[in-house]
């Protein structure tokens, strides 16, 4: 409808009209400037509707200033103030940093009121990274104790002291670069009077929350276009924080430092995937990833499933036409690269090469390249491509991996693929590295009271219906694309092809995949729901969402839309403050205290009683503290990807087994050891039920009959002895023989292992002994 202009202002009105339209002429498909329509009444079919961009040319009805020219924001609404996109800029990257620097200091308050953490001895202080934590930190301990950073760093690739009668290299062994990168730069920085090391390790592990937050906040700006979605996604993330992370008791976990690269590399794909880059920022885009990606591979052991589970949603969007022959080969090569560079650093480790997600890409790119003809035909004659494509890819992928670890001799990661099978199988297994996983509460499936949780903050409304409209338009989308046959005519191609945005398209495969993950192993939630909260974001302040569902009411209008947009993330945040806020402050406000006597006086012992080199055997979890508050020799330790040391640590572990005290004497010899620790805690363990229990994997993987009422396998036989972990406490003079006890207390025995005494036949001129 034309503006009705008076005599007196005829002249402005339409050199308003006339500067809109050039502006319009200008800009192509308006719609694309942050993926959202440009005019909320135009006719589109429901896949253009919600994600496409084949706006009507028609010119939206406004008032324009002198002296002001029309332009669209980031939600596909026109601006009439100059200044408006600065404002708008200015006060979403503040509340980006306001929502980051209060993620990282909630974090911090709560790590201090559950152990006080200021007021703990240093050995206190050590004891609470508990165990795989402790052994990472005591990498960045033994660095700043190194007398420089090179003997620092040659003592970490010649180590003989994690394990036990071997030499190994643990900047290849481990991902342990970012401790020795801590390390070095507290040794340059002018920070040593004032800052211990313990809080520039820890700050540092707080202040990469900080950027995981700023990572969803920029991720859900950039998919509805409104920074007020990455307010709701960052407050959400906070406020969901014990499905969120769980850094504050887990500092040196891989994952808390791995994470906040993968929202990076996320953002940064998003960015990427939008229609309207130039050359020169699209350079920038690839870059970044290729950064992203390698922080993200280089601190984190498991990188590779993470990649492989993302190089799968770039395989599926490129069947769908979802994504250019340059995008698709950009994203693989980018992991590739970040991957191999990786691989140079850890000294070439053939983990590495052996990966499942290097060869699916080398497969895929080379199916790809032979396969030309794949996105020609009509629907069924796309389909029957798609499948036998797919086939060709996963035979050669399986193909050229099985060949690699043959060829490379790669067993270091068959753990992780005995507990998938073991975890889909039908019948349970034996297979006591599979049982380990299998039998804690962070493997298995995720429980119901995470959705109660994430239900309580408003979190899981609307991400529910944000993924099924979401993957409903997909379908449609998808549809098209493939139906689009060879003939067809350049603007169904077009149309086609711009159905459904492939950043859209990208994060919704994203958390649909990372969340099928999460639901089969509880501990991967913290990939699945950090990006929950973006998409759910998204779903409240996408113009294009609001858009379908206001023209399905038939109450369709500019001003409506924006009105919507607006009102419900702030009503949503009002909500949130209410309710959380005083919950929030009763948890700061809430003083617990570190407690463990009798570990404290297990590691000071150790400390002053033991030599040096002595070499201590026990659990993984304790030897890792004894690691880094002592720095005795171990005999294993909780970095299960060699399978030399999982086979180490399964004997070791048969203390806690049905075996006679000769043949723990000699597994416990074998592997170099002066000291066994014994925990009461595992040798009389409650915590799991039964058939869980360390000692009923032994049991079982020994072919002995379980402990306690219940039900045995009809091929279990009854063990020869007692189990030794209690025997060993009776002092019989077979356990006395060889072991004899230098500490006790409630919670921890330690025996040291006698040395055997050679008998030397006595000599025949010799006399023998009167009585």
């Not at 994504?323 to 480790?349: D, E, H, K, P, R």
């Not at 903050?457 to 099924?468: H, I, Q, R």
């Not at 060879?486 to 994203?510: I, M, P, Q």
């Not at 009411?553 to 607006?566: G, M, Q, Y």
Request: aromatic share 12%; hydrophobic share 45%.
């Amino acid at each position: 409808m034309r503006t009705t202009c008076g005599s007196p202002t005829s002249r402005l009105c339409r050199w308003c009209e006339f500067s809109l339209a050039m502006e319009c002429r200008k800009r192509k498909r308006p719609s694309e400037s942050y993926g959202d329509s440009d005019k909320v009444g135009d006719r589109r079919s429901p896949a253009g509707t919600a994600f496409g961009s084949k706006g009507s040319s028609r010119v939206q009805e406004g008032v324009c200033l002198p002296g002001t020219s029309a332009t669209f924001s980031g939600s596909g609404i026109l601006v009439w103030w100059p200044w408006e996109p600065c404002v708008t800029m200015t006060t979403g990257l503040l509340m980006a940093v306001v929502l980051a620097v209060a993620q990282a200091w909630c974090v911090n308050a709560i790590h201090e009121n559950l152990l006080w953490f200021s007021q703990l001895m240093e050995l206190e202080r050590e004891i609470s990274f508990r165990t795989e934590c402790g052994l990472y930190y005591s990498y960045y301990k033994q660095m700043l104790q190194a007398p420089s950073i090179q003997e620092g760093l040659l003592e970490l690739i010649h180590d003989n002291l994690t394990e036990s009668r071997r030499t190994i290299n643990l900047l290849q062994r481990m991902n342990i670069y970012q401790e020795v990168f801590l390390s070095v730069l507290y040794r340059l920085l002018p920070i040593k009077t004032y800052l211990e090391p313990v809080y520039f390790y820890i700050y540092t592990v707080f202040s990469l929350q900080a950027v995981y937050v700023i990572a969803l906040y920029l991720t859900a700006w950039l998919l509805s276009g409104s920074w007020l979605a990455g307010t709701l996604a960052g407050v959400w993330y906070i406020l969901n924080r014990v499905d969120t992370t769980r850094v504050e008791f887990t500092i040196s976990l891989r994952e808390n430092w791995s994470l906040p690269f993968l929202a990076l590399q996320v953002a940064t794909i998003t960015c990427y995937l939008r229609p309207q880059l130039t050359s020169f920022q699209q350079k920038v885009m690839v870059w970044l990833m290729y950064v992203t990606t390698f922080c993200f591979c280089l601190t984190w052991q498991f990188n590779q499933f993470i990649l492989l589970i993302q190089a799968l949603i770039i395989y599926t969007l490129d069947c769908v036409d979802l994504l250019t022959t340059t995008q698709v080969t950009t994203l693989y090569l980018v992991q590739v690269s970040g991957l191999l560079s990786v691989w140079l650093l850890q000294f070439c480790n053939s983990m590495i090469l052996g990966s499942l997600v290097l060869s699916f890409i080398v497969a895929a790119l080379f199916v790809r390249h032979c396969q030309t003809d794949l996105k020609v035909g009509g629907l069924l004659v796309r389909l029957s491509k798609i499948l036998l494509h797919s086939v060709l890819v996963f035979l050669l992928t399986f193909t050229i991996n099985y060949l690699t670890k043959k060829a490379l001799q790669v067993r270091s990661d068959e753990h992780i693929f005995k507990f998938i099978k073991s975890k889909f199988a039908l019948r349970p297994t034996r297979d006591f590295d599979a049982s380990l996983y299998l039998c804690e509460e962070a493997f298995g499936l995720l429980p119901l009271d995470t959705l109660e949780r994430l239900a309580d903050t408003l979190l899981l409304f609307p991400y529910v219906p944000t993924l099924l409209l979401l993957s409903g338009t997909l379908a449609v989308a998808a549809f098209r694309n493939l139906s689009c046959s060879e003939g067809g005519s350049a603007e169904e191609k077009k149309g086609a092809a711009e159905a459904f945005r492939s950043d859209v398209a990208y994060n919704l495969l994203h958390t649909l995949l990372y969340g099928l993950v999460a639901f089969s192993t509880m501990r991967m939630k913290y990939i699945w729901t950090g990006h929950m909260c973006a998409v759910a974001a998204h779903g409240m302040c996408s113009a294009e969402l609001w858009t379908l569902l206001l023209r399905t009411l038939r109450c369709n209008s500019r001003t409506l839309l924006r009105i919507v947009r607006c009102a419900v993330p702030l009503l949503i945040v009002g909500f949130l403050y209410f309710k959380f806020w005083p919950k929030l402050m009763n948890e700061l406000s809430e003083l617990r205290e570190f407690y463990d006597p009798d570990t404290v006086e297990l590691m000071t012992w150790i400390s002053t009683k033991t030599p040096k080199q002595a070499v201590f055997a026990g659990s993984m979890q304790l030897l890792a503290g004894i690691k880094l508050c002592t720095g005795r020799v171990l005999t294993n330790h909780p970095h299960y990807e060699d399978k030399d040391l999982r086979d180490r640590t399964r004997q070791v572990y048969q203390v806690y087994a049905r075996r006679s005290p000769e043949e723990v004497y000699g597994i416990l010899r074998a592997a170099g050891a002066d000291y066994v620790v014994l925990e009461n805690s595992i040798c009389y363990e409650r915590r799991h039920r039964r058939g869980c229990r360390l000692r009923d994997l032994l049991d079982l993987a020994n072919g002995h009959i379980m402990d306690g009422p219940g039900e045995n396998d009809p091929d279990l036989t009854p063990a020869e002895h007692p189990r030794f972990c209690e025997a060993i406490q009776t002092d019989g003079a077979a356990y006395t023989a060889l072991f004899s006890r230098t500490f006790q207390n409630k919670t921890f025995h330690v025996y040291r292992l006698k040395k055997k005494r050679r008998k030397t036949p006595r000599s025949p001129a010799e006399p023998a002994a009167t009585p």
